[in-house]
Structure formats: structure tokens, C-alpha cells
């Protein structure tokens, strides 16, 4: 068990599936993500939905005592697919206005197996990240090689110059659940006594 003093209190935006289809292994690693994700003190923000494994990681989150914000936009905001057991749960005009609220609320971003929804979500913060617009820690959570078609084809972007060796080692791959907090909390207390550059103390300067 981690010392509680000792671990940094983060508010760790989850990006995961919202389909029902899908093998429910991946709903039992959401719920795991949710158990761990409170077990270390911190709080989630999601999108807001209790369907499939955004409902997991909320419901197992809330379980273990965390604080849930879910930010969900109007036209996705239903009776039977919002979570209203969140302790807040914000409805925001349009798709861009809940994207927004979601980086500006999180200090760390966890993807799990998803779909386009997810992958949209994921693609827009690493390319916002390898841009520098912002330092927050990135990392997927992979145990089964899931992402594999997604690391060759970057791979294969990086080879031919589309894609730098720096935006792709943005993102950090960890295997178990375990393993992406660990490096999520590490990550995170880098970023938070991150030495600023000299350029970035000019640009600070009055
Ligand atoms: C079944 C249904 C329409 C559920 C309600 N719909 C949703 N509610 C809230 N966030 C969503 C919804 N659909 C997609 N998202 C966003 O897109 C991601 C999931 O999309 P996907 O299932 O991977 O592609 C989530 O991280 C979530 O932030």
C-alpha cells in the first residue's frame, strides 16, 4: 500500500469505451482502473456516462471514496446514459467546450481500449502535448496489445519524417494497471518541479 503522505493528489482524466458490445474484460479493467484510481487518493474526471466502461471506472472510482466529475455535452446528456450519482456532473454546450473542460480539470490522462470516441480523445491531447502546449503526463494502458496497430503505424510515421521520435515518446505504454499509475504519479512529480526553460522564464517575465 502506498504511503498516502508520500503519493501526489492528482485529478486523472479516464478516456475508455462507451459501447456495450464489447468483451466485457475490458469493463473489468475499467473497474480495476477505477478501484486503483482511489486506493491512491486521486479523483477522476470522464465523460459523464455510465454506459459500458466509462460507467465502470466511475462506479468502482466512487466505490473506493473518490471524487467523480464527469463532463458530458448536451447532446450526448440522457436519462439513461448520464451518470448522475457523479459528485458534479457538468453538461457543456458542444463537444469542444466538454474537451476543453475535461484538459483543463485533469493534471494526468489515462486511456484505456476504445473506439473512435477514444482514440479522437487520445490523438488530440498527445498532438496538443508533442505541440507543447501542455506537460501533463500521457499514458495508455495496454495489457493485451490492443494499441499494437496504433504504436506500428506511428512507428512507421516517425521512419518516414511525418511524425517526430519526440511527439511519439510523448506517451508512456504501461501493461498493468499498477504499472500506469506508477508511471503516471512519476511522470506527473516530474512535471510538477520541471526546471523551466530559459526561453519560458523570459516569456514569464513581466
Ligand atoms: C451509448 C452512448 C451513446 C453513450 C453516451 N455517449 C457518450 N457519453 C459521454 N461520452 C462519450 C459518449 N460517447 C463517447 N464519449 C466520449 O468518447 C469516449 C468513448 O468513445 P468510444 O466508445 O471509444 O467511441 C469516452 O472517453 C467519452 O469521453
Same mark, same amino acid.
Given at each position: 500500500m502506498?504511503?498516502?503522505?508520500? @503519493?501526489?493528489?492528482l485529478t486523472i482524466?479516464?478516456?475508455?469505451?462507451?459501447?456495450?458490445e464489447?468483451?466485457?474484460?475490458?469493463k473489468?479493467?475499467a473497474g480495476?482502473v477505477g478501484?486503483?484510481?482511489a486506493?491512491?487518493?486521486?479523483?477522476?474526471?470522464?465523460?459523464?456516462?455510465r454506459?459500458?466502461?466509462?460507467?465502470?471506472?466511475?462506479?468502482a472510482?466512487? @466505490?473506493g471514496?473518490?471524487r467523480?466529475v464527469?463532463v458530458?455535452?448536451?447532446?450526448?446528456s440522457?436519462?439513461?446514459?448520464?451518470?448522475?450519482?457523479?459528485d458534479?456532473?457538468?453538461?457543456?454546450?458542444?463537444?469542444r467546450?466538454?474537451?476543453?473542460?475535461?484538459?483543463?480539470?485533469?493534471d494526468a490522462?489515462l486511456?484505456?481500449?476504445?473506439?473512435?470516441?477514444?482514440?479522437?480523445?487520445?490523438?488530440?491531447i498527445?498532438?496538443?502535448?508533442?505541440?507543447?502546449?501542455?506537460?501533463?503526463?500521457?499514458?495508455v494502458l495496454?495489457?493485451?496489445?490492443?494499441?499494437?496497430p496504433?504504436? @506500428?503505424q506511428?512507428?512507421?510515421?516517425?521512419?518516414?519524417?511525418?511524425?517526430?521520435?519526440?511527439?511519439?515518446?510523448?506517451?508512456?505504454?504501461?501493461?498493468?494497471?499498477?504499472?500506469?499509475?506508477?508511471?503516471?504519479?512519476r511522470?506527473?512529480?516530474?512535471?510538477?518541479?520541471?526546471?523551466?526553460?530559459?526561453?519560458?522564464?523570459?516569456?514569464?517575465?513581466?
Amino acid at each position: 500500500m502506498p504511503d498516502p503522505r508520500s @503519493q501526489p493528489k492528482l485529478t486523472i482524466c479516464v478516456y475508455c469505451s462507451s459501447k456495450e458490445e464489447i468483451d466485457e474484460a475490458y469493463k473489468d479493467l475499467a473497474g480495476q482502473v477505477g478501484t486503483e484510481l482511489a486506493r491512491r487518493g486521486h479523483a477522476l474526471v470522464w465523460g459523464g456516462g455510465r454506459v459500458s466502461c466509462m460507467g465502470a471506472v466511475a462506479r468502482a472510482a466512487r @466505490q473506493g471514496g473518490a471524487r467523480t466529475v464527469g463532463v458530458i455535452p448536451k447532446a450526448l446528456s440522457t436519462e439513461e446514459l448520464s451518470d448522475y450519482e457523479a459528485d458534479e456532473l457538468l453538461v457543456t454546450e458542444t463537444m469542444r467546450e466538454r474537451k476543453g473542460e475535461m484538459d483543463r480539470r485533469a493534471d494526468a490522462f489515462l486511456t484505456l481500449p476504445g473506439g473512435l470516441g477514444t482514440l479522437e480523445e487520445l490523438l488530440e491531447i498527445w498532438v496538443s502535448r508533442s505541440l507543447g502546449m501542455h506537460d501533463k503526463p500521457l499514458v495508455v494502458l495496454d495489457p493485451d496489445g490492443f494499441y499494437e496497430p496504433l504504436r @506500428q503505424q506511428v512507428d512507421a510515421l516517425v521512419e518516414r519524417g511525418f511524425v517526430s521520435p519526440g511527439a511519439r515518446d510523448a506517451i508512456a505504454w504501461a501493461k498493468d494497471v499498477r504499472e500506469a499509475f506508477d508511471v503516471l504519479e512519476r511522470e506527473y512529480a516530474r512535471h510538477v518541479h520541471r526546471v523551466p526553460s530559459p526561453e519560458e522564464v523570459l516569456e514569464a517575465e513581466p
